[in-house]
């Protein structure tokens, strides 16, 4: 149990930290991303919002079988369809902009996504298939609990968010090695 609250405590405390600091100050805004506020900052802020309280709760009930775990977080979320089906939507809204807009799109200084900066299109795909990827799982999430997070559906659900998961780890620590070289390149 204890390890299970702390997959939703420590993630949570980040992005609420992480958000509140991007949307209350738009950092990106100074150098012509002011969109990333809303794009990054707010969903992160909700998240991270959400995960906090899932991990109150269950912290509150010190549940230790696995089984019972489940149900209590089955009955926790239950409440909050309407609010993670409208996460989604949201998600999904960020998606498509990012891809009519061409949100995402590198910049020729950071080191290797520059090898894309003449085809914009790609990391507008990629990063907005991501953000897709995230709606679909949101989307879907409240027919898993109505499963009791068994069945087919919620199988592949399952699968679809672990594969994002790892891709969205992996892009972020590429992250760290590009938003380096693009400081190094433009200073």
Known sequence: ??????????????????????????????????????????????????????????????????????????????????????????????????????LFAASAAEPLMSLFANYSWIESWFISLLYAGISVFALLLPICLNEQLEGQLTTQVIKLAKVIGVIIVLFGIMNYFTHIGSIVHTQ
């Open 1 to 102: 149990m204890r390890a299970g609250l702390w997959r939703f405590f420590v993630p949570g405390l980040l992005l609420v930290i992480t958000g509140l600091h991007m949307t209350l100050t738009w950092p990106l805004a100074k150098i012509g991303y002011a969109y990333a506020a809303i794009i990054f900052g707010e969903p992160s802020l909700v998240f991270g919002i959400l995960l906090l309280v899932l991990s109150w709760h269950l912290w509150r009930t010190r549940l230790l079988r696995p089984t019972t775990y489940k149900i209590a977080l089955i009955a926790k979320m239950l409440p909050q369809r309407l609010f993670i089906v409208s996460l989604g939507g949201v998600l999904l809204a960020i998606a498509v902009a990012g891809v009519t807009y061409r």
